[in-house]
């Protein structure tokens, strides 16, 4: 049997606050895999923190859970196909083991689709989307209390999630994420992000600036604020009165223990001189900003409604270096947009000449059903795209070489955050978030130490530790 639920809808906005009876779940498996950006890495570690204290504990591989979550992603056709090959393993394995396995669903896919993933996947028993995941706790006690009963919520809260959400958090370790804004109205004409994620809302400033604590407590040296359109946070602030982000970032830095800083992802439109200066201004905010400009042809810009130039979009970059000269910049670009011609790929390969990112991320254009440009002539052959990509991929790469060889020689404030890939080395992030291997004794975790780079590879630099005790400050 499957239920839409409704618990939560417009006639009925009273949060369930009560947790449901989770006695029959004490000490069970929870393994959840997450594809996508950093808001789902995002969800998917307060998911973790919601069921924590209801008696499941996360688990390292799929076969040692008891429930299996499934954060997805719908940007793009390729990730929403990668959930069903997913799903087809997980009822191969299902039945081959035949153990119990709560089986959910969560994220864009599940917000775009619904009920369409029970017809398509009869191994799922939850199918929930990215604005209901914190009524997991009492969906999952109805599904298990009625043996083969679905459940699908995709309904959009009155109330925002994040006010429902159990305050209490394991921690992040020294790099954290903090979610500060959700969804879009900007309505580029490739993106689901609009119809999977809603409207733009912003949370209060009050609970960001909780939550910053409680991650400094939990050890957190680095946080970055996230939100699908961060620079367009506008929460209402302690004070009564509305916050951008430019007053959130100073006020977060003001915590003690907030040692680095950071904010993504940005839309050129709201990158505001107030913003700016606040790069300028805010120690701890870190020479390191993802702008995604998507093309650097105005007549494709301006088909995907992006709002704005190609010729703005560099004068925010000359503003941002003005303001903070050693800023690094990374981008996101789409080859083959609807109407795509060889002159308007010139003109991306021209603006990643112009602007020298120290990274960035191509992708091909995917066509989004129920998308603007998804029912837009002159779509562009696959084989063309596979060429631009390729061409694009190789120009974002010189440019990350070129990047990570100017800090070649020179003696950067490393935060360790985890153990390295080899024995004896830690790895590292530097301000411009480049992945730094160095032997390192373990101690260093969580720590920041003065490191010189001594060599650039394609994805990290590898270097030395200098300074004999980790320092404080970055
Ligand atoms: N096709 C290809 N790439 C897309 N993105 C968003 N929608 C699509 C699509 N339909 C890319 C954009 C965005 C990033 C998160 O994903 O570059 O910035
Ligand atoms: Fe999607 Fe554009 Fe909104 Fe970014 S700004 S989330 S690309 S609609």
Not at 119 to 125: K, L, T
Not at 130 to 154: C, F, M, N, S, W
Not at 179 to 205: I, L
Not at 365 to 373: E, F, H, K, M
Request: with cysteine.
């Amino acid at each position: 049997m499957t239920i839409r639920t409704k618990l939560m809808s417009m006639s009925n906005p009273t949060p369930c606050t009560k947790p449901p009876d989770m006695s029959d779940t004490q000490g069970r498996g929870l393994y959840v895999k997450t594809w996508g950006c950093q808001m789902n890495v995002y969800d998917s570690v307060r998911m973790v923190d919601m069921l924590r204290p209801l008696g499941w504990h996360p688990v390292d591989a799929p076969e040692a859970a008891d429930m299996i979550v499934l954060n997805t992603c719908h940007i793009r056709e390729k990730a929403t196909e990668k959930l069903y090959s997913e799903l087809g393993r997980l009822r191969a394995d299902k039945i081959a083991s035949g153990r119990k396995l709560l089986v959910a669903v969560t994220g864009c896919v599940a917000q775009a689709e619904g009920d369409e993933i029970l017809r398509r996947a009869p191994v799922v028993d939850l199918v929930v989307g990215p604005q209901a995941y914190h009524r997991l706790p009492e969906l999952i006690a109805r599904t298990t209390r009625e043996a083969g009963l679905k459940l699908v919520d995709t309904d959009f809260p009155v109330v925002s999630k994040f006010d429902l959400l159990p305050q209490e958090t394991a921690g992040q370790g020294a790099i954290a994420m903090l979610a500060v804004q959700e969804g879009c109205d900007k309505f580029c004409s490739f993106c689901v992000v609009p119809y999977t994620r809603g409207a733009e809302a912003s949370r209060p400033a009050a609970d960001v600036l909780a939550e910053a604590q409680r991650l400094v407590a939990t050890g957190a040296r680095e946080i970055t604020l996230l939100g699908q359109n961060v620079n367009a946070y506008h929460g209402t602030g302690p004070d009564g009165r509305t916050w951008n982000l430019a007053r959130l970032l100073r006020a977060v830095a003001d915590i003690e223990g907030v040692t680095r800083l950071r904010y993504m992802t940005s839309h050129p439109r709201d990158m505001d001189d107030e913003l700016v200066r606040a790069h300028a201004e805010i120690p701890a905010l870190m020479p390191f900003l993802h702008l995604p400009v998507q093309s650097g042809s105005d007549q494709i810009l301006q088909a995907m409604n992006r709002q704005h130039s190609a010729a703005d979009y560099l004068r925010i970059v000359d503003k941002l270096r003005a303001a903070r000269p050693d800023l690094a910049l990374s981008s996101d670009f789409i080859v083959g947009h609807p109407g795509e011609t060889s002159a308007d790929f010139d003109a991306t390969l021209k603006l990643v000449e112009t602007v020298g990112f120290a990274a960035a991320y191509s992708f091909k254009y995917s066509v989004r059903p129920g998308t603007p440009a998804a029912s837009l002539g002159m779509q562009i052959e696959e084989s063309v795209k596979d060429e631009r990509l390729a061409r694009l991929q190789e120009a974002i790469g010189r440019g990350a070489a070129a990047f990570n060889q100017t800090t070649v020689g020179s003696v950067v404030p490393v935060l360790f955050d985890r153990a390295g890939r080899r024995p004896g080395q830690m790895h590292g992030r530097t301000p411009w978030l480049q992945a730094v291997h160095v032997t390192a004794p373990t101690r260093l975790l969580g720590q920041i130490a003065d490191v010189r780079i001594d060599a650039a590879h394609a994805n990290s630099v590898s270097g030395t530790v200098v300074t004999a005790n980790a320092v404080e400050a970055a």
